[in-house]
């Protein structure tokens, strides 16, 4: 519904969360979609949570209180049990769970200075996309650990 909600969700698939990020469609659509695929629904939208099929219980959905996109993610994190295995396991653009790979298997498809330095790597099955724990994951890990603070 906003770019905000859209942060929160690139958050949740850092996290390993297999997340869906829903623009456009109407209430019906998504409590379908919610109980379909037994999602938890994060919403910001106090009428669906006045639904009877989340007030019994029947599809599980969280509203998001908070605008800004670290507070929300506090919130979920005070909800949810942040599994640390699960971490950086998911492409942050397919939402597809990632396939470890070898050195020699992505020589050809990383730049030369990430070959020198890393050596667990992980690709996407959908997009191709290579992902290490360099510099950049481990800022995003920072941030998201001290986002959370003492919750995890
Ligand atoms: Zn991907």
């Known amino acids: 519904m906003d770019t905000n909600a859209g942060k929160l969700a690139r958050w949740l698939k850092m996290l390993g969360y297999d997340t869906l990020f829903i623009n456009d469609v109407d209430d019906n659509e998504l409590i379908a979609i919610g ?25 599980k959905a969280v509203l998001i209180e908070d605008d800004n996109p670290k507070d929300q993610l506090r919130q979920v994190a005070r909800m949810i049990k942040i599994d640390q295995e699960r971490k950086f396991t998911r492409c942050l653009e397919c939402n597809k769970l990632l396939v470890p790979k070898s050195k020699d298997e992505v020589q050809e498809l990383v730049p ?41």
């Not at 020198?116 to 920072?142: A, D, E």
């Open 35 to 59: 109980l379909n695929d037994k999602r938890v629904l994060l919403t910001k939208d106090t009428q669906i949570m006045l639904q009877r099929v989340v007030t019994s219980g029947r599809l």
């Open 112 to 152: 030369a200075y990430v070959f020198k330095t890393q050596s667990q790597y992980f690709q996407c099955p959908v997009c191709q996309r290579i992902y290490w724990r360099g510099t950049h994951w481990q800022r995003m890990n920072k941030e998201m650990e001290a986002l959370m603070g003492a919750e995890v």
